[in-house]
């Protein structure tokens, strides 16, 4: 497909845990640089977690120790394991690609799907 097709949003209680999922588009090479975004209402778009083609990581601070991010180049996906829910995850995630981790932002140069909706409930 064109675009990143991503899954496994929903609504959950505080505490809670949801794993997303993303079948990138038939651009990917395993050499790219997977990540994931999120964006609240009336926030900017929030780097969540990213994974390089070789395996290092990285994530925000809110989300460390909570989040993993992981790959399978095989399948071309990520996935993102989320445990430990707060209502501050709410948000449309969107799973990313790019040549290089510093340009999973720059729409030149990334592949962007249209994003799976999770909401955590106090």
């Known amino acids: 497909q064109e675009h990143h097709v991503e899954s496994g949003g929903g609504s959950v209680q505080a505490g809670g845990s949801l794993r997303l999922s993303c079948e990138a588009s038939?651009?990917?090479?395993?050499?790219?640089?997977m990540g994931w975004f999120r964006q609240s209402p009336g926030k900017d778009r929030e780097e969540v977690a990213y994974i390089d083609s070789d395996g290092p990581t990285k994530y925000a601070d809110s989300v460390k120790g909570r989040f993993t991010i992981s790959r399978d180049n095989a399948k071309h996906a990520v996935y993102l394991e989320m445990n430990s829910l707060k209502p501050e995850d709410t948000g449309m995630y969107y799973c990313?690609?790019?040549?290089?981790?510093?340009?999973?932002?720059?729409?030149?140069?990334?592949?962007w799907g249209h994003g799976t909706q999770v909401t955590v409930s106090s």
């Open positions: 038939k651009y990917f090479v395993s050499t790219h640089c």
């Open positions: 990313t690609t790019a040549g290089d981790c510093g340009w999973l932002l720059m729409p030149q140069y990334s592949r």
